[in-house]
């Protein structure tokens, strides 16, 4: 809720709604981490949506998006993830000569963007990734601690 009230004039601007899903996991996270990539990630997500959309934040089960490559490789098991998902009609810039852009969540023109390349800088940091995938902008962010395991 605070990196939703961090962008509270960027979504006024663009008329754009965040939908935050009520059942994304309890977990222990560097919160530091989870801050900074997420509210850049969804700064990103709003530039490349159209004005007056909604984007959805959600969980992502295990299998909605594969482990990054190198984990696969190294034949390590999985490590506990926080698996966050923002979905949203996002579609590519014009180009040049005005004609229609069509959607393009995968299109390298949300990856180029500053404030993606902020989110992967820092979710690299703490072991983390920052994918784009299936339509989707992907954090993945390690988990300390299952809160049922603190207690």
Known sequence: LAVR???REELRASDTEIEIDAELPVVTVDATAVALALRALLAAAIRAVPSGSSLRLHALAP???PPPPAE??????PRPMLRLAIEGPFVAPPPPD???AG???DDASTADSP???AAVEVASRVGGTVRIADGKLALELPVV???AEAR
């Open 103 to 105: 959607p393009a969540p």
């Open 115 to 117: 404030l993606f390349a």
């Open 145 to 147: 601690r299952a809160m």
């Open 63 to 65: 299998d909605d998006v």
């Open 5 to 7: 009230r961090s962008l």
């Open 98 to 100: 005005d004609a229609e």
């Open 72 to 77: 696969v490789r190294r034949g390590r098991p």
